[in-house]
């Protein structure tokens, strides 16, 4: 059973868009909430996370929100850049293990 | 650059082998996840090693085991290999007393099984 819902699974949009990608889960205990951008080839590099008892984080052009009550969360990437093309997971971890989504691949068209 | 090496970055292997994949953490990191991530699946968390012992499990079979070794190198051993083992291999190191934040992946191992 999939512990983090991601969608869309694909996206494009042009070069200074807003890409937005959503993520849902249903375990209350999750208490840490990262995003990680994967390119071809690499491992996950680690891009923003949040905690739960935050609505909205900030860092450079990514945002997370964050509704605890629906237990949802979305990473929203202002001004995106063609170099910004690769494939984003979102997580929710309590403990030891994370819980990943099943990716979203973002390509920026410049 | 990542401070967690892994190797090999791909390998072939027939079905019933075993394989031992390898993961160089940088120093102080006493703290190993391992992840299988399938093509276009995101990563699925097989184990958690601390301090050379396993301290937290994912769903996955006991022909996946682990090593852990004092000089923040560790292992993942498949055997008997499944068609369906092969996947990306990930390794992902944090510090001591770090929180789940300060989790640092390698670049995995591709492992194709045939």
């Known amino acids: 059973q999939q512990q983090v819902k991601q969608s869309p699974q694909s996206l494009i949009v042009q070069k200074g868009g807003i890409p937005i990608i959503n993520c849902a889960y249903e375990n209350t205990a999750f208490d840490y909430f990262p995003w990680y951008q994967q390119f071809p080839g690499k491992g996950p590099a680690l891009l923003i996370a949040i905690r739960p008892d935050v609505s909205e984080k900030k860092e450079g052009r990514f945002t997370i929100s964050f509704n605890k009550s629906a237990k949802q969360f979305s990473l929203h990437i202002m001004d995106s850049q063609p170099g910004d093309s690769a494939t984003y997971f979102c997580?929710?971890?309590?403990?030891?293990?994370?819980?990943f989504g099943t990716g979203t691949s973002l390509t920026v068209i410049p | 650059e990542t401070g967690v090496t892994q190797s090999p970055t791909h390998l072939i292997k027939t079905r019933g082998q075993q394989v031992t994949l390898r993961c160089s953490s940088q120093?102080?990191?006493?703290?190993v996840s391992w992840y299988q991530q399938a093509l276009g699946q995101g990563p699925q968390f097989i184990f958690q090693y601390y301090r050379e012992e396993e301290n937290g499990r994912g769903n996955f079979p006991p022909r996946f085991s682990g090593l852990q070794f004092p000089n923040y190198s560790s292992e993942l051993i498949v055997n008997a290999l499944e068609l369906d083992d092969s996947a990306l291999y990930l390794c992902a190191s944090r510090e001591k007393g770090g929180r789940n934040y300060g989790y640092t992946f390698g670049s995995g191992t591709r492992l194709t099984v045939v």
């Open positions: 997580a929710a971890s309590s403990g030891n293990q994370f819980y």
């Open positions: 120093s102080g990191h006493n703290t």
